[in-house]
């Protein structure tokens, strides 16, 4: 054995084992699927992607030494706007930058020794592996849940493409571009994710083990409302305004009606004085964001259209208004307006005069009283016709069943969220199947045809229309059902759909038949652990959800939830610099003095701070850097070490140091075991009693904190038995030998080089095949312990006992103490409270 740690020699040559290891199959041990979220091949990995796929992999070698059989595997998200872009500025073509990405990040990954299923790997813009999105395209389609429709859309005018609700931001950006989002009007692929909406947001009471906030943000993106959709006549035409409203107790305080500005009413019932108006009111509102639309911050703005409606109701003729703050996406795209009981339908009244009337009584206030302000509580009707005197909640049962039979509305449901449109007009992509016959409309493509291939001899003009639309040879084929001239959908699908099915196919990667066997899905699904940022808490966790549970109806999958437990890691933090004028990130490597950071281009002083690790903030640390120095296991264990892995995490060189310097201490000391050069002492028997404590408590405190993922204080807990190991004399000892053992062991699945490296050096084999150390209980029995002794609830002593001492053997030791002599003396003992172990109380009086 060598005397000096060095990973530059002993971590290449077990890289090299784990990579002949034998594939996976499914046995008839308990299986653990670990899985991080998959990543996409941007060029190069970063320490923040280093510390995602640690925790996973830690996780994978602790359940394999604990006897399961693990799947962990990993693959590339690899089709999608940035390389397209990337190609199109370098002039490659989008396929070869993608994989030579690809090989780099793999040789990364390699070089971090992670324990991945390689033989699983996949591409998804691989024709092995988007054959089967195709595949499960057609699975929606003939479910009658992909479909195609005409709709207003989100439009990325920087990437040219379309984009989900989901894919724009608070502040109507794109995730993508950064550019403001414009409305258009398009038609467009959708799948029907509504028609799961409430089984989407009933089974999140069973994702008990998902962070909390998670839930939270899907539950409130969901957005179950629970009202009705009353039916307004509009004056002088055959046309009706539908209305969806939760406060139909407030109908009779209508007075007025505000549609979108999208609706496709305006432009039939704007009047021919109104008309000019309307037409440039619309206009305006269309260069608008979403974000800003609704601000509370900006005031509300609106035209009258000419045009009225009947409340049937009250029988009144109310106005019908258009507003900014009025969403064509969401509800019907029609507001009813009940300024008394709603602030925003308050504030517009005001601003433009309309009438504000009072229908739910405030039980503070008279009913004389003027309203200053919206009154948006429950109370009890007034100015209700037939339902005055009811209180709200009656109110809106009686008020439904009421419209319901008349033919005024009805009782409904309604959701936030919006089918997803999957179209997107650029070429780097899955193509969607389908092709468009004259004579048979919209035909899928037959799946023995399939993979519809993506064509290589494609021309790149820049961000514009995508080229496949061009491709003459190959948009242009016959009907798959009649035969007649026919052309194929240029669009291709959102790469969300890729990402939302991956962790089927790490199930059965190499089937040829089938996306996966029902068999191999059963046996690995659902993912067991899932590690991944809390930026996809929406998008992508959600899509997948829906995934699984269209796929389970449609009788390929036995199981509702794809991943039981999520763990939202936090981002790796460190230095950066920005411009405090332009607020743009200057990459650390240009900043010439850290002293005395400026911009290079400027001058102008910048501002210095931790920011998440990333490329466009120029302040990303390569995993490289770190390896070359100190070894992949240093960088391991410095990013599990450093924060608890939910936490954010602050890059540190000195940290990094302060984990090799462990590390060497760790080789010295099985080295000197091993040598036989560490000068052997005796040692007293409460020695060897206290080491063997040590020990176990190491066992049972790694154990636990692995399974809690607190991989910060199980590290803490093998650095203390080091040193207990360290400060022991006798290291000949069968005890000795039990903790250098049991250290190695315990430190396999962080550093799992050197750790593999040390045991075979202990003469026992593989350390990753070996069993996990057993916990002996009776060795974490200590002699003494320290009690605490407090006089009516109050700390007054603490004092070495016996580990065993009865009840009333505490009280007699606690009466000895003369800090509690002064606090009993003359009193009464009423009671005695004993934690066992721990702490007496007497109570006295």
């Known amino acids: 054995m060598e005397m000096r740690y060095n990973p530059g020699a002993i971590e290449p040559k077990w890289q090299k084992h784990w990579e002949a290891m034998p594939p996976l199959a499914m046995d008839g041990r308990p299986k653990f699927y670990a899985l991080s979220m998959f990543p996409y091949p941007s060029g190069a990995l970063h320490m923040g992607h280093v510390r995602n796929y640690s925790i996973t992999d830690v996780i994978s070698r602790y359940k394999r030494m604990r006897g399961f059989n693990v799947l962990h595997p990993i693959g590339w998200d690899a089709f999608g706007l940035p390389a397209e872009n990337a190609a199109i500025k370098r ?45 499960l395209f057609l699975e929606f389609f003939a479910a009658g849940l992909a479909y195609r429709k005409d709709g207003i859309v989100n439009w990325d005018p920087v990437d040219q493409t379309v984009l989900a609700n989901e894919q724009v931001d608070a502040e109507g950006r794109s995730w993508r571009s950064g550019a403001l989002v414009e409305k258009r009007p398009l038609e467009q692929w959708y799948l029907r994710i509504t028609d799961y909406a409430e089984e989407l947001l009933a089974d999140l009471a069973r994702l008990d083990e998902w962070p909390e906030r998670v839930r939270v943000m899907q539950e409130n993106w969901i957005g179950k409302s629970v009202g009705a959709e009353l039916i307004f006549p509009i004056v002088g035409e055959s046309a009706h305004v539908h209305v969806f409203t939760t406060r139909p107790d407030t109908v009779y305080g209508v007075t007025y009606i505000v549609l979108a500005p999208e609706h496709p009413l305006v432009e039939q019932i704007a009047t021919a004085e109104q008309l000019a108006a309307v037409g440039e009111f619309v206009a305006k509102v269309q260069s608008e964001s979403e974000i800003e639309r609704t601000s509370e911050e900006r005031p509300k703005q609106g035209v009258w259209t000419g045009a009225s409606a009947i409340n049937s109701f009250t029988g009144e003729a109310i106005p019908i208004w258009i507003a ?152 242009h084929v016959p009907c798959p059902s009649c035969g007649a001239p026919a052309r194929r959908e240029t669009d291709t699908m959102d790469t969300f759909i890729d990402s939302s099915w991956y962790f089927l196919r790490f199930a059965d990667a190499r089937d040829s038949e089938q996306p996966f066997s029902k068999a191999a899905a059963d046996y690995w699904l659902p993912v067991d652990q899932y590690v991944g940022g809390i930026e996809h808490a929406i998008l992508h966790l959600l899509y997948s959800r829906f995934f699984t549970k269209v796929l389970r109806d449609r009788g390929m999958l036995s199981f509702d939830e794809p991943f039981k437990r999520l763990l939202t890691q936090g981002m790796v933090q460190a230095l950066s610099y920005q411009n405090p004028t332009t607020g743009e990130y200057i990459p650390v490597a240009d900043v010439a003095n850290p002293a005395n950071p400026v911009d290079p281009r400027t001058g102008e002083a910048l501002k210095v701070g931790f920011a998440t690790m990333s490329k466009s903030k120029g302040n990303g640390v390569a995993p490289e850097s770190v390896v070359e120095q100190f070894g992949a296991d240093t960088a391991r264990m410095f990013v599990l070490f450093k924060a608890p892995p939910e936490k954010e995490l602050e890059w540190s060189d000195a940290d990094v140091e302060g984990q090799f310097r462990f590390l060497n201490r760790v080789w010295r000391l099985v080295y000197e075991f091993v040598s036989g050069e560490k000068t052997a002492k005796e040692a007293s028997a409460e020695q060897e009693r206290s080491l063997r404590r040590e020990i176990h408590r190491a066992i049972q405190a790694v154990s636990e904190d692995i399974e809690q993922y607190k991989f910060n204080t199980a590290i803490a807990a093998l650095m203390k038995l080091s040193n207990a190991l360290g400060d022991y004399p006798a290291s000949g000892s069968p005890v000795y030998k039990e903790g250098v053992y049991a250290l190695v062991k315990l430190l396999a699945p962080f550093a799992p080089h050197i750790s593999a490296e040390l045991w075979q050096n202990l003469g026992d084999g593989d350390v990753h095949a070996a069993d996990w150390p057993s916990l002996d209980e009776s060795a974490l029995a200590e002699d003494t312990i320290t009690l605490v002794i407090q006089v009516n609830g109050k700390k007054r002593d603490d004092i070495l006992v016996p580990a065993d001492a009865t009840a009333e053997q505490l009280e007699a030791y606690a009466r000895t103490s003369e800090a509690v002599q002064r606090h009993i003396d003359g009193k009464q003992i009423k009671k005695v409270i004993v934690v066992p172990k721990r702490l007496i109380n007497l109570v006295v009086g």
């Not at 020794?113 to 999105?133: M, N």
């Open 91 to 135: 002039g490659v073509h989008p396929a070869e930058w993608t994989y030579q990405n690809i090989a780099h990040m793999k040789s990364q990954l390699h070089r971090l020794g992670f324990a991945y299923a390689w033989e699983r790997e996949v591409a998804t813009c691989s024709p092995d592996y988007y054959r089967w999105t195709q595949k």
């Open 324 to 475: 900014d703050y009025v969403l064509y996406e969401y509800g019907t795209g029609a507001v009813m307006g009940v300024p008394g009981h709603d602030e925003r339908d308050f504030v517009f009244a005001h601003r433009y005069g309309l009438p504000v009337r009072l229908v739910v009584q405030n039980p503070q206030k008279t009913l004389s009283e003027p309203l200053s302000a919206a009154y948006v509580d429950a109370g009890s009707l007034v100015n209700s016709g037939p339902f005055d005197g009811l209180d709200s909640p009656a109110a809106k049962i009686k008020i439904v069943a009421y419209a319901e039979s008349q033919g005024w509305g009805k009782g409904r449901v309604q959701y936030r969220l919006r089918d997803w449109l999957i179209s997107r007009q650029r070429y780097w992509g899955c193509p969607i199947p389908v092709v468009y016959c004259p004579d048979c409309g919209i035909v899928p493509v037959p799946e023995a045809d399939l993979p519809v291939r993506l064509p290589e001899d494609v021309e790149f003009l820049g961000r514009g229309p995508s080229p496949l639309a061009r491709l003459e040879s190959w948009l």
